[in-house]
């Protein structure tokens, strides 16, 4: 098993990417936190991992709580003494066309991805720079960190913020063998991918089969959408890495919509 008794917090990990990382990481031995802002869903999410024999434990956070982080930060090297990797999962989405777009909602989705992507960093690399052994951050970004949407304004600058984050905890994480790398995920058919379908058809004036064919899909080179399993792979991956000759690095996996 690649991830024998590392301890890996990720957050939004009840469903979706999250769950499917956290189940894949708990296979491959680690112990994993499941955060997420609802709690419920969390604990299940634990009990599954638990009956398949895995070991896990449930926490309610809101990323965009700085105390909320780092109490969970703080319970996770209590009960496992340390923290070797971090996973800023978390995320929402909010479709609108620029002009009609409030400020509250702009802030809203910044808060969730970039606001909670640097209150884990920090409440993570304060702890990775104590140990010998350093740790790894893994940022989930998307395609949209690398090109633009219509609709979702916040959304694409939050993803494309997130690169700048992951490079710097590269640069300044080095000398304390802590890596940072990033995932972009093409459309992932989660719950967050699944709202946007009717959001988009009702925007935009088409049918929701045109959305996916015309909108989502049409750049892919099989007309596919990325899976859950792809993406928990590539986080395997990307955490098991022996070397920091990979880090800084942000790796798309899209069926070929972007290459790079």
Same mark, same amino acid.
């Given at each position: 098993?690649?991830?024998?008794?590392?301890?890996?917090?990720?957050?939004?990990?009840?469903?979706? +990417?999250?769950?499917?990382?956290?189940?894949?990481?708990?296979?491959?031995?680690?112990?994993?936190?499941?955060?997420?802002?609802?709690?419920?869903?969390?604990?299940?999410? !634990?009990?599954?991992?638990?009956?398949?024999?895995?070991?896990?434990?449930?926490?309610?956070?809101?990323?965009?709580?700085?105390?909320? %982080?780092?109490?969970?930060?703080?319970?996770?090297?209590?009960? @496992?003494?340390?923290?070797?990797?971090?996973?800023?999962?978390?995320? +929402?989405?909010?479709?609108?066309?620029?002009? *009609?777009?409030?400020?509250?909602? @702009?802030?809203?989705?910044?808060?969730? =991805?970039?606001? &909670?992507?640097?209150?884990?960093?920090?409440?993570?690399?304060?702890?990775?720079?104590?140990?010998?052994?350093?740790?790894?951050?893994?940022?989930?970004?998307?395609? =949209?960190?690398?090109?633009? *949407?219509?609709?979702?304004?916040?959304? !694409?600058?939050?993803?494309?913020?997130?690169?700048?984050?992951?490079?710097? !905890?590269?640069?300044?994480?080095?000398? =304390?063998?802590?890596?940072?790398?990033?995932?972009?995920? &093409?459309? !992932?058919?989660?719950?967050? %991918?699944?709202?946007?379908?009717?959001?988009?058809?009702?925007?935009?004036?088409?049918?929701?089969?045109?959305? +996916?064919?015309?909108?989502?899909?049409?750049?892919?080179?099989? &007309?596919?959408?990325?899976?859950?399993?792809?993406?928990?792979?590539?986080?395997?991956?990307?955490?098991?890495?022996?070397?920091?000759?990979?880090?800084?690095?942000?790796?798309?996996? *899209? =069926?070929?919509?972007?290459?790079?």
């Amino acid at each position: 098993m690649q991830l024998t008794d590392k301890t890996a917090l990720i957050t939004g990990a009840a469903g979706g +990417i999250g769950r499917a990382i956290a189940e894949r990481y708990a296979r491959e031995g680690a112990r994993v936190a499941v955060a997420d802002l609802d709690l419920a869903a969390a604990e299940a999410t !634990v009990a599954e991992i638990r009956a398949n024999g895995g070991r896990a434990m449930a926490l309610a956070m809101d990323v965009t709580d700085e105390a909320v %982080v780092d109490a969970g930060v703080e319970r996770i090297v209590a009960e @496992w003494d340390g923290l070797d990797i971090a996973i800023a999962n978390a995320g +929402i989405q909010h479709i609108a066309p620029l002009h *009609s777009l409030t400020f509250a909602d @702009w802030r809203k989705v910044l808060a969730v =991805h970039l606001d &909670g992507a640097f209150l884990v960093t920090s409440a993570a690399l304060r702890q990775m720079y104590r140990q010998e052994h350093g740790g790894c951050l893994i940022y989930m970004g998307s395609v =949209h960190s690398k090109l633009a *949407s219509p609709l979702k304004a916040p959304y !694409v600058a939050a993803k494309h913020g997130l690169l700048g984050l992951c490079r710097t !905890v590269a640069k300044e994480g080095a000398k =304390h063998r802590v890596r940072a790398n990033m995932i972009c995920p &093409g459309f !992932v058919r989660t719950p967050l %991918v699944e709202r946007q379908i009717p959001e988009q058809a009702a925007a935009l004036g088409i049918s929701e089969e045109a959305v +996916i064919r015309d909108v989502m899909l049409k750049d892919t080179v099989d &007309g596919e959408f990325t899976t859950l399993e792809d993406i928990a792979e590539l986080a395997l991956h990307l955490a098991a890495f022996p070397s920091a000759a990979l880090t800084g690095q942000s790796v798309v996996a *899209s =069926h070929g919509w972007y290459m790079q």
